[in-house]
């Protein structure tokens, strides 16, 4: 590990205006020109600049130079006590006890170069973040939020999901997660780069290390918002869909019950609260829902167009599509659980199982051809209405 510390790139702060906008463009080419995510940018400029890269409170770093950036990120960091209203209501930051005697940091738009995802970019940006956040900052804590499909690469640098409702990222919905950044147990145990650093900041001599007793309530157990467990998934797929007298219609129907399991173990369990947004119509996106409990509203252009119940599935027009890009927005009206498919957990399924895969697949082609089938019906009927159909 520490051979592997002493290869790291190095990472800068960006003191200069022309650091700062060289990163605003670098933005713009990873989330509006690679990503393709609907956000206020300067598209005559080709950047993506945010009120709160302006605050005080706020440094952007970066891996490469103005000329050839390959990677940054932005943090913010804030004394006790010091958490700006909106940001303290966003995080859920009243679920922490006693927050408002510790150091808060919040980790937000980390990119890396295409070209370099997998390389020792990403590596460097978090070591020399943990080290401003530990150590310039004091922050005891370092938030941040990600979409659900990439909260397994976070949990592996350390990060751990927590109670709090789901975080609006402009692009979609984001799981809410959180370092201890004095953790050396937990961040060790996650195999995470930072786990080395802990000792430079925290133990005698040092700071104290955080306890974290009493955050136990948002950290374990029914508070987490995600399941990755690939046993309670098969669980929560069983109780919810398959157990009872009457057990709830679903894409599921007539699959063997070792694909049904062999399904369950390529996604995670999603809770979100009423009035949650799930999918935003018009993002990019490759997840499919199922929903598990709870009733959901589907509205396009700005009308509600359909009520989905237990057992009904929803992202499937984006899952196929080629641009993944969503036709409608998902809210849930009570509170749901969801299982939640990604497509390229379902790709490796058709490598490693091609029957299973087949037969899930053709099962949700089946439901989009009945819903098809139900919207043109839906069509005649009203052209009947008007008078448009000739006899």
């Known amino acids: 590990m520490l051979g592997w510390l002493t290869k790291l790139e190095t990472v800068r702060v960006a003191t200069t205006a022309a650091e700062r906008e060289a990163i605003y463009r670098f933005r713009y080419s990873v989330y509006i020109e690679e990503l393709k995510l609907n956000l206020e940018a300067d598209h005559e400029r080709k950047w993506l600049k945010q009120p709160e890269d302006d605050k005080p409170y706020t440094t952007l770093l970066y891996a490469g130079t103005p000329d050839d950036i390959k990677g940054a990120v932005r943090v913010r960091a804030w004394k006790p006590g010091a958490v700006p209203r909106e940001e303290y ?219 989905l119940e237990r057992g009904e599935l929803f992202g499937e027009v984006a899952f196929f599509r080629e641009s993944g890009e969503r036709t409608a927005s998902v809210r849930a009206v009570t509170p749901c659980r969801l299982l939640v498919l990604r497509r390229k957990s379902l790709e490796e399924l058709a490598r490693t199982d091609p029957d299973a895969s087949h037969q899930i697949l053709l099962n949700v082609a089946r439901i989009m051809a009945e819903r098809l089938a139900t919207l043109l019906r839906e069509r005649d009927r009203q052209a009947e209405g008007d008078g448009h159909v000739e006899a």
Not at 103 to 130: D, E, F, N, Q, T
Not at 148 to 156: E, W
């Open 89 to 307: 209501d966003a995080m859920s930051l009243q679920l922490f006890p006693g927050i408002e005697k510790l150091g808060v940091a919040h980790v937000g738009r980390l990119m890396i170069r295409p070209s370099l995802r997998g390389k020792l970019v990403l590596p460097s940006l978090m070591v020399r973040g943990y080290d401003f956040m530990a150590g310039e900052c004091q922050a005891d804590l370092a938030f941040l939020a990600c979409v659900p499909g990439i909260v397994r690469h976070y949990r592996q640098l350390g990060a751990r999901p927590y109670g709090g409702r789901l975080v609006d990222l402009g692009y979609g919905q984001g799981i809410p997660l959180v370092i201890v950044l004095s953790d050396h147990a937990h961040l060790k145990r996650s195999g995470s780069i930072v786990a080395p650093q802990v000792k430079k900041h925290f133990g005698p001599g040092k700071r104290p290390a955080l306890d974290t007793a009493p955050y136990r309530h948002v950290l374990e157990g029914e508070a987490l918002p995600v399941e990755f467990d690939a046993e309670k998934v098969w669980l929560g797929l069983q109780e919810s869909l398959l157990a009872g007298a009457e057990p709830a219609p679903t894409f599921v129907d007539a699959l063997p019950p070792e694909v049904v399991k062999r399904l369950a173990a390529t996604g995670y369990l999603l809770k979100v609260g009423a009035g949650d947004l799930i999918t935003r119509e018009g993002i990019d996106e490759r997840e499919m829902y199922v929903i598990l409990e709870g009733l959901c509203s589907v509205e396009a252009a700005g009308r509600q167009v359909a009520l």
